[in-house]
């Protein structure tokens, strides 16, 4: 198994940027895709950027494409999400989520979850 752990989020003006760090510990992470998701209120699970377990191949949302940057450094069993021009729709819970055997942006594709951390982006 694999323990997550997110931190970053803070409230944010709009047009900020935020740096979200998703920390592992438990297993190598470098073995593991992993992915960020989003839950704003009343809403689904959204997946706005994912990366697979070498580090070479990512995904992003449409709705966050040239914003967010997701990256990994496996050295500290860290993944990234680097976030820049925020805005108020981006406001949600961010998680971020792994799995040794599977990729992709839904949540089945992944089994481990961390519990989230809360990104409120200011109008």
């Known amino acids: 198994q694999v323990q997550l752990v997110e931190s970053g989020g803070r409230l944010v003006q709009a047009g900020g940027s935020l740096r979200l760090s998703c920390a592992a510990s438990?297993?190598?992470?470098?073995?593991?895709?992993v992915g960020w998701f989003r839950q704003a209120p009343g809403k689904d699970h959204e997946c706005v950027a994912f990366i697979r377990w070498s580090g070479g191949s990512t995904y992003y949302a449409d709705s966050v494409k040239g914003r967010f940057t997701i990256s990994r450094d496996n050295a500290k069993n860290t993944v990234y999400l680097q976030m820049n021009n925020l805005k108020p729709e981006d406001t949600a819970v961010y998680l971020c989520a792994a799995d040794p055997r599977k990729y992709g942006n839904s949540r089945s594709a992944y089994d481990y979850w961390g519990q989230g951390t809360q990104v409120t982006v200011s109008s």
């Open positions: 438990g297993r190598t992470f470098s073995n593991y895709a």
